[in-house]
């Protein structure tokens, strides 16, 4: 069951209580749940990328962001070793590329119509 616990220890921060305890206390929130060392040591290092390659899930980790102030995108651009600017042009110019694959749809009084 890898990333069990770290997504265990993750998902717990939709809780403000659980929020408040990482806030306070970090090593006392993840002694809370049988991380390993390695896992600890991760998240610690705010090593999004290693929490995924770990098991972590992209959705728990939005909790974590929201706990720590630490964006998804801003996540994004730590896993892939970019600065935000390189991060968002690379989002832009990948977004360029896939437009060409995109569905057009229009919204009429509250309904999609692809």
């Known amino acids: 069951m890898r990333g069990y616990w770290l997504n265990k ?15 306070s206390d970090l090593e006392a929130y993840l002694g ?18 290693g929490c995924i390659d770990a098991g972590a899930s992209v959705y728990t980790l939005t909790k974590v962001g929201a706990t720590t102030g630490v964006s998804l995108l801003q996540m994004g651009a730590q896993m892939r070793g970019q600065t ?3 991060f ?13 694959f995109a569905i057009p749809f229009t919204v009429k009084e509250g309904r999609t119509d692809g």
């Not at 220890?9 to 806030?23: G, I, S, T, V, Y």
């Not at 991380?35 to 990328?49: A, I, K, P, Y």
């Not at 968002?88 to 060409?100: H, K, P």
Request: without cysteine.
């Open 84 to 86: 935000m600017g390189q």
């Open 32 to 49: 809370e749940f049988p991380l390993s060392e390695r896992e600890r040591q991760l998240v610690r290092d705010g090593d999004w990328g």
């Open 88 to 100: 968002t042009e690379f989002l832009a110019d990948q977004n360029e590329r896939m437009s060409r």
């Open 9 to 23: 220890a993750f998902n717990e921060l939709r809780d403000p209580e659980a929020r408040r305890r990482w806030q």
